[in-house]
Every structure is written in structure tokens, then in C-alpha cells.
């Protein structure tokens, strides 16, 4: 206790706790000291009137506040960091480039039981073995215990002892081992669960497929590189064989005694993938993603921590899983919008998991087909390496594509002759033809014949979907559901209609023309439930003539190889959207929904309905592939200074009273302004702000929404302008504090989606 007053009177505790302020928190340490505290245990602090869990960042020995005024930490929860060293930094990184909380961030990282200051559980197993082998029963097991006299005898035959599950499937109970144990004839040793340093087992349990030319090429490219950082751009066409990669990479990562982490876009929709590496490697697997409840989340982040697994598979929040020997990453169909989250902390799980590659100093392959124009261009300057596979990797042919002009046309539940025709051709040939459609329920719109009226959301700017199955109307922007009128809501005859055609329409049109083909449905609302999705598959899988019907979830990572015919109904969406993203979206969606097409021996044909069958762009795609589309539009975007040629944030607001949040932007936009003159960041090259303006959804759920934009050609400019926006939000002005406090608003750094 002798030096207790000093310690106490200089050494500060800088604590993360999750609150949404951009900042961490000083605490004097606990009255039993600071020799047990390291950065990345628990500890819990008053804070207010409450108590919280915070995680402890660093120990200093300077304060801004008053020493006087800082109250104790109350209690230490952790012995040992429970938050690694580089995933604390790597939070560090997260939450300054997001310009998010710290204590949030290390929420979004850490599982739930942390969170909630749940012990970190010792990962051990009972082994239970005699006390001591003798030769005869021993005398006070009665000869009429039946189940103890079976368990000794059992334990007899395997002096080693026998680990409890093993025990239990070979029916002993747990009652009778403690009864044996009570009477001192058995006895039970906690065993720490085996890592993969201890684990006597080969990595495989089938053989590998030998790589073609391409495939073996890239494979020794990357593993040159296997212990330094790099970052692998791997272009491959659908069916190049990008999986069989991965998986040999993983082998020799595997082999050097190091961990690989998968990232994918969603397990559920990509279980033959999963199927794959489980089918491939002997070693433990883990798997994260968001259908896990609170306790395999946390059993599955220690397995990864502790090395007893080996790979670990996972989406977009797996990115934060702690690696015990980092080797290497993978991010499979990197494009994918799903790796950015869109509320909370809006961060890019591929973007992290480079910053992760460079932090442990291991390469980074980020595959795909249609890889992101972002992507794109760093190859094109030399930060990634340019990998590409070519040739589909089986017997399999590149498909054709034809624009199929619909101008005109009456369609039929959204379908053209000239596609009914195609569809009777290959179902003849005893193939299955896959209709896409980005867009569930039966129509989008029910409208009044009479006088125009729609039937609209109440809470927000946006039409309800007519679902039949069960009949409903069906906000998707915020879930609202009412019963189906049958009177027009304005003038209150009864001449509604559905305008548009969903999945579901086209199911019942083509239920009615193609009789007695089936027909499958696969989207959100066909595919509730676990195991439904997987028995679609399957049926798919018998390979009878069947037409396939479905949205997105459609057109990732599938093999149907008795699919020769794709077509796509609404590809015009796409070509006219309000978001800058919308062509790369449209063009990497008809290149994946095409790779469908033909994946076995057969030929593949693929049809894109369209009112623009001129459209230089889509033509672009068809004729000269991803590569001259993607070229076309970095060349547009160069010129526009948009991303990758420019950076840029998002500052968003949503509101009750309409008002209120176009006068915090407008507060905002001048403050931010006066910072730019002062700092000679307001030219052409430094920062420039557009907004406020409504957002694309001007009211959704009940709140109307705002939002500003902050572009730069370059990052730092960008993050100095957005930071000093952020600190005067939170404190630094308080006529905006004020304005703040009636709203939310939020900054989306790199968005994705300008909804
Ligand atoms: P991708 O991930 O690029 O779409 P996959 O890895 O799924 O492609 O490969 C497509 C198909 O080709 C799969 O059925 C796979 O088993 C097969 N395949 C991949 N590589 C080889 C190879 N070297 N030899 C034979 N078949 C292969
Ligand atoms: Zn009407
Ligand atoms: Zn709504």
C-alpha cells in the first residue's frame, strides 16, 4: 500500500464506453490499484447516474479535467485483455476513419457477452478416469448398482479415462459419475480443449482438383507473396474457379500453421460454398454470421482466438473476429453491397480487412467476377496485384447475350412473346430457364382506375407492394401491412388495380402458360423458415425442366448447371437510377445473373429485356464484356470527380418537424464553409459541399430525411472538414447542439447507397 496515494495521484484511465460520443473518458484507477491493469480488460464505471462497461484504452498520466472532479473506476473484470492488442488498434483505426465512437465500434467488434461483462469461460473438457485401476470391483459398489458397476467396468477398459460426452453417448450418466466420484472410485480432470498446435489430425479430408493452367499461375503468385501484405485483386468469370483457389490457398496456409479468414456476402444464400471448404479441410471451421445467437457468437470468436479453429468463415461483422495466427484473407465477390453496413457504424468489412492484411502483414485476395470500379482502379495503379481467370474452369462456354428490345411490346406479367418463345425452346430441350426480377410480392403499385390514386405508405414516400400469398399490402421500407382494399381511398369506387409485375405475379403467369412445368419461386417471402431455401435448391438440383423465378438472392454464387436460359425483366431500373452506383450496379447484376446461364456442359443463352436496347452502355457490356463497361464508366466518373476519382462523406438527418433538419445542414454548411476559407481548403482541390437536400426517400417510417454532401479529390481534406463537422456537433457549437439534440443525424464516410 506504500506507494497507493501516488499511483492514485498520477495515473489516469482512458476508458471507451458506449455511448455515442466521439470521445474516451478519464477515470482514476481502482482502489486496488493499477499493477493488474493493461489495455483491452473491462472495467466498470459510473457514469452518471448509471453504471457502465467500458474497455480500458490506455493508462496516461495527464488529464484535461479537473483531477479532483474524476471518479474511480469501481471494478476490474478481466485479469487478462480480452480485446487483443491489434484489434484494439484496429477499433483505434475504425472509429477515426468512420468518425464513429470508440465505445461504440468496440461494441460492433466485441460479442454480446462481452459486452454485457460476461466471464470469459476456461475452454475445457471433463476427462474422467478410475482413481485406481484395481483388479476386482471394488467392495462399496453394491453388486445391484447396474449403471455404476457398467460405468467402472467400462472406465476399466480405457485407463486413459474417457471425455464425459463420450460417456454419455455410450449411456453413463452424470449422476452415476458422481456417485462414483462421492464414493472416491473415479475422479475427473479439466482438460483444456486441444489447439491446433496439439491436434493430431491431417488438414484435409479429400484430395484437391488439379488446377488448370490459370488457376496454378495465380495460386504461385499469391503464395510468393504468402508472408508479406499485398493485396490480390482476383478477376475471375463465374465458373473460373475462383472457390478451388481459395480453398489450396487456405491449404498452405493451413500447412504453415496460420489461420484463414473467409469473408462472404450471405451464408444463407451460399451453401454449396460453405459445403465446399467443409467438405475440402479436416481442420475446425467456424462460422459467423448473423443467424447465431449470443453464445456461439462468443464460442466462435474464442475458437478463433484460442487457435482451435482454423478457418473461419463469416459475413460482413466477421471481419472483427480476432485471429491467434493471422495468415491470410479472403474476400469472395468483394463488389457485393452487403460488406457495407448501413446504420450504426456504416463501415466497409472489405476496406477493414485491408487495413487488417496490412496491420498483420499478410496478403489479401478480393475475388469476384465484377469487381468494384473502387477495386478497379487500384489495380489499374498498382496498389492490388491484377490476377485473372479466364476460362470457365470445367467444360463449360461463356453464354450469349442478346438485348432484347420490348419497346412497344404488351407484355405480359411483365414477359414479352418473343421470351415466352425462348422459354417453350429450352423447356422442350428438357433444360430450366431462370427468370430474374428484382422485385418480390405480386405488383408494385395499386392504383385507381378512375381517378389515378395510389395506395401509398402513411409513413412514407413510397408506394405499398401488393403481396397475394397471404394477401396483404406491404411497406418494404419500413414493414407497414394493411388489409387489400377493395374502394378506391380518393373516390371510393371499386376499380383498383395491380400496376406492375413482382415474383409472385410471374409465378402465377407462368404457373397458367407453362403447365405442367413447375415452377420455383425463390425470394425473401418464399424462403422463410431454415430449411426451406436449401429444399428449393434441391429441387432444382433433381435437374427436371423447371423455370426458376426469383430476385438478387438469385444471382449470387449458384451452380444450376441445367440452367441454359437467364432472362432479366427490369433491366432498365438500373440504367436510369438516381444513384451514381446504379450502372455498376446494373452491369455487375446482369454479368453474375448471366454467369448463371449454361455452368454445365450445355450452352447458355441470356436475354435482357429492355426499352434501350441502343443504349451504348448496355451494348458496351454485352458485346465487350465487364472490363470495356467498367473502363467507360471510370472514365465518366473521372470526369464528374466522383469516387474512386474523388472521396466523399454523407452527412445525414432525419427529423419529425420537416424544417428542422434542412436549418441544422444549413447551420452546419456555414460553419463547415468558414472552417474551409480559413484553412485555404475551400478551391476546387480542397472541400466542397452539396446540400442540404431532401433525401431520394424524402420520409420514411415516420421521419423526414435530410442529407448534405462533403466531396474532396482528396481523403484528408474530406476527414479534417468532417471531423471539425462532427466535434461542433457534439459540443463544440451550441447553438448546433441545440438544433442536434431534436434530431438524429449520422455521417457515412465512402457511402454506398445514397437512399
Ligand atoms: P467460381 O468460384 O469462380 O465461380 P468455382 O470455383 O465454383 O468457380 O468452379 C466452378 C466449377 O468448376 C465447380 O464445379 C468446380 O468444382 C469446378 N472446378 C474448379 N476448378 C477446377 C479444376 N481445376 N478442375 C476441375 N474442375 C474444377
Ligand atoms: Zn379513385
Ligand atoms: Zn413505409
Known amino acids: 500500500m506504500g506507494n497507493y496515494a501516488k499511483t ?18 478519464d477515470y482514476l484507477p481502482p482502489k486496488s490499484g493499477i499493477d493488474a491493469l493493461s489495455p483491452g480488460i473491462r472495467l466498470k464505471v459510473p457514469f452518471g447516474p448509471r453504471k457502465l462497461i467500458g474497455i480500458l484504452i ?26 487483443p492488442r491489434d484489434l484494439l488498434d484496429l477499433c483505434r483505426w475504425v472509429a477515426h476513419y468512420y468518425h464513429h465512437s470508440l465505445g461504440e465500434t468496440l461494441s460492433t467488434a466485441i460479442p454480446v457477452a462481452l459486452r454485457q461483462g460476461k466471464p470469459v469461460a476456461q475452454q475445457t473438457r471433463k476427462l474422467w478416469r478410475l482413481t485406481y485401476p484395481a483388479a476386482e470391483v471394488p467392495s462399496n459398489i453394491a453388486r445391484n448398482a447396474k449403471l455404476q458397476l457398467a460405468a467402472w467396468q467400462l472406465l476399466k477398459q480405457h485407463l486413459k479415462g474417457l471425455h464425459e460426452p463420450m460417456l454419455k453417448s455410450l449411456g453413463v450418466s452424470s449422476q452415476t459419475l458422481s456417485a462414483l466420484e462421492k464414493k472416491g472410485e473415479v475422479e475427473c480432470i479439466l482438460e483444456e480443449l486441444p489447439t491446433l498446435h496439439t491436434m493430431p ?34 478477376q475471375g468469370i463465374t465458373g473460373s474457379g475462383k472457390t478451388e483457389v481459395y480453398l489450396q490457398l487456405i491449404e498452405h496456409t493451413l500447412k504453415a500453421g496460420r489461420q484463414a479468414l473467409v469473408l462472404i456476402p450471405e451464408i444463407g444464400l451460399t451453401p454449396q460454398t460453405l459445403h465446399r471448404f467443409e467438405q475440402r479441410f479436416a481442420v475446425p471451421i467456424v462460422v459467423i454470421h448473423s443467424g447465431l445467437n449470443d453464445s456461439e457468437r462468443f464460442l466462435a470468436w474464442q475458437k478463433a482466438i484460442d487457435y482451435r479453429a482454423g478457418i473461419i468463415i463469416g459475413t460482413r461483422s466477421a471481419v472483427f473476429t480476432p485471429l491467434a495466427k493471422p495468415g491470410l484473407i479472403i474476400i469472395d465477390e468483394e463488389h457485393d453491397a452487403s460488406y457495407k453496413q448501413q446504420d450504426s457504424l456504416r463501415y466497409s468489412a472489405r476496406d477493414i480487412a485491408i487495413y487488417r492484411a496490412r496491420q498483420a502483414n499478410i496478403p489479401i485476395v478480393l475475388g469476384s467476377a465484377t469487381p468494384s470500379l473502387e477495386t478497379i482502379h487500384n489495380a489499374k495503379a498498382h496498389r492490388y496485384r491484377h490476377l485473372r481467370l479466364n476460362q470457365r474452369a470445367g467444360m463449360a462456354k461463356p453464354p450469349s447475350i442478346e438485348l432484347l428490345n420490348i419497346r412497344g411490346e404488351t407484355l405480359q406479367a411483365g414477359l414479352s412473346s418473343a421470351l415466352q418463345q425462348k422459354i417453350t425452346q429450352h423447356l422442350e430441350k428438357d433444360q430450366q430457364v431462370l427468370i430474374f426480377i428484382n422485385r418480390r410480392g405480386y405488383a408494385p403499385t395499386l392504383l385507381c382506375h378512375e381517378c389515378g390514386w395510389a395506395a401509398d405508405c402513411p409513413d412514407c414516400d413510397a408506394h405499398l407492394t401488393i403481396h397475394r400469398q397471404p394477401a396483404h399490402l406491404h411497406c418494404h421500407h419500413c414493414d407497414y401491412q394493411q388489409p387489400i382494399p377493395e374502394r378506391c381511398g380518393r373516390c371510393n369506387t371499386a376499380s383498383l388495380f395491380p400496376v406492375g409485375a413482382g415474383t409472385e405475379r410471374i409465378e402465377d403467369f407462368l404457373i397458367g402458360q407453362f403447365d405442367p412445368t413447375p415452377v420455383i419461386r425463390i425470394d425473401r417471402d418464399s424462403t422463410r423458415g431454415k430449411s426451406r431455401l436449401q429444399q428449393l435448391f434441391k429441387d432444382i438440383h433433381q435437374g427436371e425442366p423447371a423455370i426458376l423465378v426469383g430476385t438478387q438472392m438469385l444471382a449470387k454464387g449458384h451452380h444450376f448447371p441445367k440452367v441454359t436460359l437467364v432472362a432479366i425483366l427490369d433491366a432498365d431500373s438500373g440504367l436510369f437510377s438516381s444513384d451514381f452506383r446504379g450502372l455498376e450496379r446494373l452491369g455487375q447484376l446482369i454479368t453474375q445473373v448471366a454467369g448463371r446461364a449454361g455452368r454445365g456442359t450445355l450452352a447458355g443463352e441470356v ?8 443504349s451504348p452502355i448496355l451494348n458496351s457490356l454485352v458485346t465487350e464484356g465487364y472490363d470495356t463497361f467498367a473502363n467507360t464508366l471510370l472514365a465518366e466518373r473521372e470526369k464528374l470527380g466522383l ?80 471531423a471539425f463537422a462532427v466535434h461542433q456537433l457534439e459540443g463544440g457549437n451550441q447553438m448546433l447542439v441545440k438544433l442536434a439534440r431534436k434530431l438524429r443525424w449520422s455521417v457515412d464516410i465512402d457511402p454506398q447507397d445514397m437512399m
Open 8 to 25: 492514485e495521484s498520477t495515473h489516469y484511465l482512458q476508458v471507451a464506453l458506449p455511448t455515442p460520443l466521439r470521445r474516451v473518458f
Open 58 to 83: 490506455a493508462i496516461t498520466t495527464k488529464t484535461d479535467i479537473p483531477p479532483s472532479s474524476l471518479k474511480h473506476a469501481e471494478h476490474v473484470l478481466d485479469e487478462q485483455p480480452i480485446i
Open 201 to 234: 489430425q491431417s488438414i484435409l479430408h479429400e484430395a484437391p482438383l488439379t488446377l488448370n493452367p490459370e488457376q496454378a499461375h495465380v495460386v504461385q503468385q499469391i503464395l510468393q507473396a504468402a508472408q508479406q501484405f499485398q493485396t490480390f485483386l482476383l
Open 607 to 614: 436475354v435482357i429485356q429492355t426499352h434501350h436496347p441502343e
Open 643 to 722: 469516387p474512386p476519382y474523388g472521396y466523399i462523406g454523407l452527412f445525414r438527418v432525419e427529423c419529425k418537424k420537416h424544417e428542422e433538419g434542412e436549418q441544422l445542414l444549413l447551420q452546419l454548411r456555414e460553419l463547415i464553409n468558414q472552417f474551409l476559407q480559413h484553412n485555404n481548403l475551400n478551391g476546387p482541390l480542397g472541400v466542397t459541399l452539396l446540400g442540404p437536400l431532401p433525401a431520394p426517400m424524402e420520409k420514411r417510417q415516420n421521419w423526414y430525411r435530410w442529407q448534405m454532401l462533403v466531396s474532396s479529390p482528396a481523403r484528408q481534406p474530406l476527414h479534417t472538414a468532417i
